[in-house]
């Protein structure tokens, strides 16, 4: 195995968070030692030893590990605190429209066959009802 | 420099290295090691775990590009990561300013 190999070896298993965030920061790692010993060897330095330089250069695999770890914490929980308040703001929005709404209705009167055919509890009662039976009783020929 | 105080200031290069345009992670180490003179001994790991915290707060916004035939994720100012390193540039010209003043002075 390469040091390249390994360093990167050593990051993945130290990463957590989502497979999504930890494969983007593999490949710009990746993309970041390719470059970087490209660069040396453009200057003659020798594969292996570019190699190691670039390795070194990055850094202690752990430390890295964590402080992106941490960056990612912060960010989801940031990405949860949004999302709460996305639901709260829309819930009081519909709420004052329902109110606003109740308001301007309340004013008008509401035919009581309609405002019935609305409550589904209503019309499965009545349903039942026209049946001759109960609505809690199974019908005819059915059940033990 | 050593280490820590790298680090103190390492938002302030990294608003700066991509104020002219977008740049990848290795050409943003590169942009500020070849402009520091290599004065700043950091390794180049530090950059990302930054990148990712200044693109969480909406200063950076990422992207992936082909570059050459080789896929590298760029970053980019946003208009507010714009006006935080102006901010950040006058903070830091004030504060710089004030050290020289007290250290040629005294």
């Known amino acids: 195995m390469s040091r390249r190999e390994e360093f990167l070896d050593q990051l993945v298993a130290r990463l957590s968070g989502s497979d999504r965030a930890r494969e983007r920061l593999l490949d710009e790692v990746s993309g970041h030692l390719t470059d970087a010993i490209e660069a040396a060897t453009d200057l003659g330095v020798g594969e292996s030893e570019a190699e190691r330089t670039a390795v070194e250069q990055f850094g202690d695999p752990a430390e890295l590990a964590t402080s992106w770890n941490m960056t990612q914490a912060r960010r989801q929980r940031a990405g949860q605190r949004r999302a709460a308040l996305i639901v709260v703001t829309t819930a009081a929005v519909t709420g004052v429209l329902a109110v606003t709404q109740h308001a301007r209705g309340g004013s008008k009167e509401t035919p009581p066959a309609r405002h019935g055919s609305h409550a589904p509890e209503a019309g499965y009662t009545r349903w039942h009802a026209h049946q001759g039976r109960s609505p809690h009783r199974p019908p005819p020929g059915r059940g033990s | ?106």
């Open chain 2, 1 to 106: 420099m050593p280490r820590e105080h790298f680090s103190g200031h390492l938002d302030l290069l990294l608003l700066a290295a991509l104020r002219r345009g977008p740049r990848h992670g290795y050409a943003i180490s590169e942009h500020i090691r070849r402009l520091s003179g290599g004065r700043f001994d950091y390794p180049d790991g530090t950059i990302y775990p930054a990148l990712n915290r200044l693109e969480g707060d909406g200063l950076l916004s990422s992207r992936w590009v082909d570059l050459n035939g080789r896929r590298r994720r760029v970053y980019e100012l946003t208009r507010k990561g714009e006006s935080a390193f102006a901010g950040r540039q006058r903070e830091w010209e004030r504060h710089a300013g004030g050290i020289a003043a007290v250290l040629e002075q005294s």
